[in-house]
């Protein structure tokens, strides 16, 4: 399953999907996997449909985090090959929570509630390009024919 994400197997209009944006191309190749296999699977029992649902949803956590390395190395040869750059982060961690309780003839209910999130955001900024980013790119070219 994990080979049609390979590189060598796509097309050059995937490749550059990926490269645009590598969760969202996994996301939906994943997707499109899985309507395949349900449609495929129309007269089987309740218990093998649940059995497929479970493993598909592995499958998706395992493309999005094929996804985040891609990004993640996308970025770091761009900050390789970049003349200056600039990351910028931003972090926000905000809560809330409640209490009440109330009385009415002869009973009493009460009930607490609770909300909270965190929110990390980075922003890369880069200009230009630096002396051995041409060698950079042609290593990676290099590196891809090979494999």
Excluded: C
Excluded at 14 to 25: D, G
Excluded at 44 to 71: D, F, G, H, N
Excluded at 89 to 94: A, C, G, H, P, Q
């Amino acid at each position: 399953m994990l080979s049609m994400f390979d590189p060598r197997n796509m097309s050059t209009k995937e490749k550059v999907l990926f490269a645009l944006n590598p969760s969202v191309y996994l996301i939906n190749k994943g997707a499109e996997k899985a309507v395949e296999k349900i449609q495929g699977m129309s007269e089987s029992p309740v218990s093998e449909l649940q059995i497929e649902t479970a493993r598909q949803e592995l499958l998706s956590q395992m493309a999005q985090a094929q996804a985040r390395v891609a990004q993640e190395l996308a970025i770091a040869t761009r900050i390789n090959t970049a003349e200056t750059v600039e990351i910028e982060e931003f972090y926000d961690t905000s809560g809330k929570g409640g209490l009440s309780a109330t009385i009415n003839e002869g009973s009493i209910t009460g009930g607490v509630t609770g909300e909270g999130r965190k929110v990390t955001k980075r922003i890369y900024k880069f200009t230009g390009w630096h002396e051995g980013a041409k060698e950079v790119f042609e290593s990676q070219l290099n590196n891809e024919k090979n494999e």
